[in-house]
């Protein structure tokens, strides 16, 4: 039984955690510490070091927003995918017995470590990416959300069109983020595999706009993505991560 993870108390996303009984990574494990490493759970060592959590809900639960066809290749392909080369390019090496924030923070602009950043980050985007959704989700944010949100864009609606234009606008493959900024909160956006979480900064909401993220459902058109998204934010989680 894991007791207590030892990782950067600054991240709210990694809290502690008791009651995992097995390896394998449910959904109350996948909802607060993605890409554990094997160490965490006591697991032989014939397992990998890094796995792909659970989602932590049904693959169709989303829909019709977010397409169960969706899930199955952007979870089941993308992100495992991540998952796998992460693996591959970690066994046998000390970074294998990192917590995957450690690992990511390690080789975050090292160079000749891109790739390994690459996979690293993206498993952890991803995880915190399905984390801030959930069914039945969206309307307007409550509790700690709402005031950050109001103290640093003056209300919801200012935040979540600045939110949508940078999400929109952000050229090719990336990701739009809103982090903690002291004792309020600021949008960001990152290319391919970046993550304000690399540079130690608390992230509070991300949405996903790799073009697996949304093509299926929406082909081109990335706007419409967006929209959809405000139904499914889970405001929970963000209020979680703001402590």
């Known amino acids: 039984m894991l007791a207590k993870l030892k990782l950067d108390p600054k991240c709210r996303f990694w809290e502690e955690m008791s009651g995992v009984h097995n390896t394998s990574l449910h959904q109350a494990a996948f909802a607060r510490a993605p890409g554990l490493t094997r160490k965490h759970f006591g697991a032989d060592d014939s397992r990998m070091a890094f796995e792909l959590p659970a989602l932590p809900y049904a693959?169709?639960?989303l829909a019709p927003v977010i397409s169960a066809e969706t899930i199955s290749f952007h979870y089941g392909k993308h992100h495992q995918g991540y998952v796998n080369k992460l693996n591959a390019a970690t066994e046998g090496t000390a970074n294998a017995e990192l917590s995957l924030e450690d690992l990511?923070?390690?080789?975050?602009?090292?160079?000749?470590?891109?790739?390994?950043?690459?996979?690293?980050?993206?498993v952890w985007n991803h995880t915190f990416y399905w984390n801030c959704?959930?069914?039945?989700g969206g309307g307007d944010p409550t509790g700690k959300a709402l005031e950050a949100i109001n103290k640093s864009f003056g209300?919801?609606?200012?935040?979540?069109e600045k939110f949508s234009a940078a999400a929109a606008t952000q050229f090719g493959s990336g990701w739009a983020w809103l982090v903690k900024d002291g004792d309020g909160c600021a949008?960001?956006?990152?290319?391919?595999?970046?993550?304000?979480?690399?540079?130690?900064?608390?992230?509070?909401?991300?949405?996903d706009v790799w073009e697996h993220a949304y093509y299926v459902d929406y082909r081109n058109a990335?706007?419409?993505?967006?929209?959809?998204?405000?139904?499914?934010?889970?405001?929970?989680?963000?209020?979680?991560?703001?402590?």
Not at 104 to 122: C, D, P, Y
Not at 155 to 160: H, R
Not at 192 to 199: D, H, I, K, Q, Y
């Open 222 to 243: 990335r706007p419409k993505y967006i929209e959809e998204f405000w139904k499914l934010v889970n405001w929970d989680h963000v209020s979680k991560q703001l402590g």
């Open 133 to 136: 959704m959930r069914p039945g």
């Open 155 to 160: 209300d919801f609606a200012s935040f979540k």
């Open 59 to 61: 693959e169709d639960a």
């Open 104 to 122: 990511i923070k390690k080789v975050h602009g090292q160079a000749g470590e891109q790739g390994l950043f690459n996979n690293a980050a993206q």
């Open 187 to 207: 949008i960001e956006t990152t290319a391919n595999a970046g993550t304000p979480m690399a540079a130690g900064k608390t992230c509070l909401l991300t949405l």
